[in-house]
């Protein structure tokens, strides 16, 4: 399965550093069916760079209703910062 997201600092020309955000696909009961890692690398510094396409690979998971981000840190200055996940809405495509 296939799931693509499209990262996007809001044009405000601060970019972000690599990301590693953790997601989980779940049924439409709320249900948990897997938990994964995706990672980026960094973009958002100029308008040229404003978005980026991640993609997270996984098994064909059946019934997946909803993409949840229940973890997002950055790399900055060598050190991992968490992210508030406010910061995050997403909008995914998924292909099995």
Known sequence: ???????????????FGPLTITLQLKDKYGQTLVTRKMETEAFGDSNATRTTDA?????????VATTEIIK???????????LPLSVFDPR???HC
């Open 1 to 15: 399965m296939l799931t693509s997201f499209r990262l996007d600092n809001g044009g405000n020309d601060e970019g």
């Open 55 to 63: 993609f997270l690979e996984t098994e064909c998971v059946e019934n």
């Open 72 to 82: 997002a840190t950055e790399e900055s200055n060598g050190h991992r910062v968490s």
């Open 92 to 94: 995914t495509t998924i």
